[in-house]
């Protein structure tokens, strides 16, 4: 089980700061387990009994926390690596939020793409469930060419590990080179390198593989190796996509609040009108106009015979 610095957990607990804590620390007025903390460094961990003055400490709600990151390719998706090995994670790759993220699903070392981080664990749980079928976008290279029938086979789906895969949609976006063809493939699985393993099976290595859309989040304008924070309406559309409700999804504060338009009124009936020419107006425009003087003397005559029919 992890162990945390007293002074961490204070600080997260929001109720002083790290340098405010070792001075508690100093005056006495901490406990854990019952026990006096007289000289740092003191780790806690999950389930201690920490005590500031006689009182218990409360964790303070933890605010939610959404990042995209764009993997290099060599960075493992996990916040610590396997013994014996040095390679960057996915988690190294983004500053200290103060709390533990981690990824969403997973790509392998070889790869490059994108990356959900959160420490969000119900819509982790969601996102990576299999009945979600979240689609997502690869960009492809393979070796040769995959003709029409290793296409189709991609398409249909394959059997692999003795369950055959879900249908792929897959468009070919390069064969101008017989070395190689750039291919783009939609799927809402994600088995263990499964692009790979089919692919394989028909022949074709693939030589690079990218992760470029979750559902409606894409790679546009962020590089690889950089991260940014999720906009409130990338939350939102996770969250539907998951079947959560949207309420705890942090406001975008660098898009100010939409105003409210007034409804058009009439705005029916104005271009209904406007379908029509203009009437003229009634006058001496001559015999032949739509207006003309036998129009206009009808309309007078109709006009007086209302007013004597008036009580």
Request: aromatic letters at 2%; a positive charge.
């Amino acid at each position: 089980m992890e162990k945390i610095r007293i002074q961490k957990v204070l600080a997260q607990a929001g109720l002083a700061s790290r340098r405010s804590v070792e001075e508690m620390v100093l005056q006495g007025r901490i406990t854990v387990n019952g026990l006096l903390v007289t000289s740092l460094p003191c780790f806690v961990e999950a389930g201690d009994q920490v005590l500031v003055d006689g009182q218990p400490v409360r964790k303070r709600p933890q605010e939610k926390t959404y990042i995209l990151l764009n993997k290099p390719r060599g960075a493992v998706c996990t916040s610590r690596d396997e013994p014996g090995f040095d390679r960057p994670t996915a988690v190294g790759l983004i500053p200290d939020m103060g709390q533990r993220i981690y990824c969403v699903g997973r790509l392998d070392e070889d790869s490059t793409g994108l990356i959900l981080l959160t420490n969000d664990g119900e819509l982790t749980n969601r996102l990576t469930h299999p009945s979600r079928g979240i689609t997502k976008t690869y960009i492809v290279r393979v070796e040769g060419r995959p003709d029409r029938s290793d296409l189709e086979s991609l398409r249909r789906g394959m059997v692999l590990d003795g369950a055959r895969t879900g249908p792929t949609t897959v468009d070919v976006l390069d064969d101008s080179s017989h070395a190689e063809t750039l291919l783009q493939m939609r799927l809402a699985e994600g088995r263990n390198r499964q692009i790979r393993r089919m692919l394989a099976r028909l022949e074709h290595e693939v030589t690079r593989l990218h992760l470029s859309a979750i559902g409606p989040i894409s790679d546009r304008g962020l590089k690889i190796g950089h991260w940014r924070y999720l906009s409130s309406k990338e939350v939102e559309s996770l969250m539907r996509i998951a079947g959560l409700s949207a309420e705890g999804a942090p406001r975008d504060e660098s898009q100010p609040a939409a105003p409210r338009r007034k409804p058009r009124v009439g705005f029916v009936e104005k271009s209904r009108r406007s379908t029509h020419p203009p009437r003229r107006p009634a006058g001496p425009a001559g015999p032949a106009g739509p207006a003309g003087p036998t129009g206009s003397r009808r309309s007078q005559d109709k006009g007086k015979l209302r007013r004597r029919r008036r009580p």
